[in-house]
């Protein structure tokens, strides 16, 4: 063989592996690391895709309390494995199951997402991702601003409804057990309080209440926590025993919007949960509450720790890019 018969065709081969490791990581191979417009070669329309089927849904009159669900995934997919699309994951004892999970929503948007996706761009986009661009685009929908959201990250195989529950924090914890469970996640006790600002256009059911309602403790049956006249209202809300799963308590008193109107509902005392109220209740976390109530401030604050959510136990180099993300790939 010459040297020339050599180089014709060599150099094809040469070009082809360059291209695939410098311009197109998104691909089959690993990822290199979470970036920003990470499929910008891969897939260029990844992002936009998933902003217009969110969109498409979401801006449906009385569709936007699936924004909030959007927003919700992210944290239950987060924190339970990593951020690896495992609470989409359907079955017998998957995290789906739990019954921290009962009232997760909005899943069948991240379907059509997928389903879009993989008709341009087959095996590309992960569903981890894919639901980390999602959430973001469920904050604009309810009017909040946008925040650039990294991807690169790949689907998990594994998914427990044990961990869900070990994992994700009760609404009943008090700030040491806030606070504990977001250590564990690499997150400061700041970022919790910033982070729990997502239930600004949340809405909570009776079922997590009635702790707080009628059972709180041996001396007290309600939260004393809870003013008397608000106390009523909630009750009258979410009468005891005979309340549905149809009725919702929105847990920002302001407004549905994406805005600082949680931290002032803790100002009043009309935090929904004891998870909430206890932001404002506890002396260590009263400052920043009260500082988060200045939009600009909150807003800044809120994409920098969605951002470290967002980047929680990513696998970049095992998983896979799931075909369908209610389930693991079949080999
Ligand atoms: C700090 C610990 C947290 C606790 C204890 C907690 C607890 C809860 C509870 C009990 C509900 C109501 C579920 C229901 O009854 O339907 C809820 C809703 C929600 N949570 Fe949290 N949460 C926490 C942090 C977060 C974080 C970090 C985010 C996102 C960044 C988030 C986003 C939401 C959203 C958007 C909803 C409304 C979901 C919907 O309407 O479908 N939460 N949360
Ligand atoms: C919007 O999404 C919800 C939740 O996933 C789904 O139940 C509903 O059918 C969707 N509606 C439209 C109009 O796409
Ligand atoms: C929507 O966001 C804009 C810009 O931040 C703000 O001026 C406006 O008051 C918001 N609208 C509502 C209804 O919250
Ligand atoms: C019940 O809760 C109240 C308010 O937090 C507290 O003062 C009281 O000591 C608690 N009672 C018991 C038996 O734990
Ligand atoms: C649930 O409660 C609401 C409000 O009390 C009521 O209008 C509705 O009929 C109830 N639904 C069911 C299925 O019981």
Redesign the pocket.
């Known amino acids: 063989m010459t040297f020339n018969s050599l180089s014709i065709h060599l150099l094809p081969v040469f070009v082809f592996v360059l291209s695939t490791v410098g311009v197109d990581a998104g691909a089959a191979n690993p990822s290199y690391g979470l970036q920003d417009d990470y499929y910008r070669h891969s897939c260029p329309s990844a992002e936009s895709v998933v902003r217009r089927v969110v969109m498409g849904n979401v801006t449906v009159v009385d569709n936007r309390k699936f924004a909030a669900g959007l927003l919700r995934l992210s944290f239950h997919d987060c924190f339970v494995e990593g951020c690896d699309a495992s609470v989409l994951l359907y079955g017998p004892g998957t995290e789906k199951t739990a019954p921290v999970n009962k009232f997760l929503q909005s899943l069948e948007i991240l379907d059509k997402a997928k389903q879009e996706l993989e008709k341009i761009c087959p095996g590309v986009v992960s569903c981890a991702d894919i639901l980390q661009y999602a959430a973001r685009d469920g904050v604009i929908a309810l009017n909040g601003s946008s925040w650039k959201v990294q991807g690169g990250r790949r689907d998990g195989r594994v998914s427990r409804a044990e961990s869900a529950e070990k994992e994700i924090p009760s609404q009943d914890f008090d700030l040491d057990g806030l606070t504990a469970s977001f250590k564990r996640k690499g997150l400061s006790r700041d970022q919790m309080v910033i982070l729990s600002g997502a239930h600004t256009s949340a809405a909570g059911h009776c079922e997590n209440l009635v702790r707080r309602l009628y059972n ?5 049956a309600t ?3 809870i003013p008397a006249a608000y106390a009523a209202e909630l009750k009258a809300t979410c009468p005891r025993k005979t309340f549905n799963d149809t009725v919702f308590i929105t847990m920002d008193a302001v407004s549905a919007f994406f805005d600082a109107g949680y931290y002032v509902t803790l100002e009043e005392h009309k935090g929904v949960f004891t998870s909430d109220q206890i932001l404002f209740d506890d002396h260590r976390t009263r400052p920043l509450v009260k500082t988060l109530t200045d939009y600009k401030l909150f807003e800044k604050k809120f994409h920098q720790a969605m951002r470290a959510m967002a980047a929680i136990g990513v696998k970049l180099y095992d998983g896979e890019i799931r075909k369908d993300c209610r389930f693991i790939n079949s080999y």
């Open positions: 709180f403790n041996s001396t007290h939260d004393p926590s």
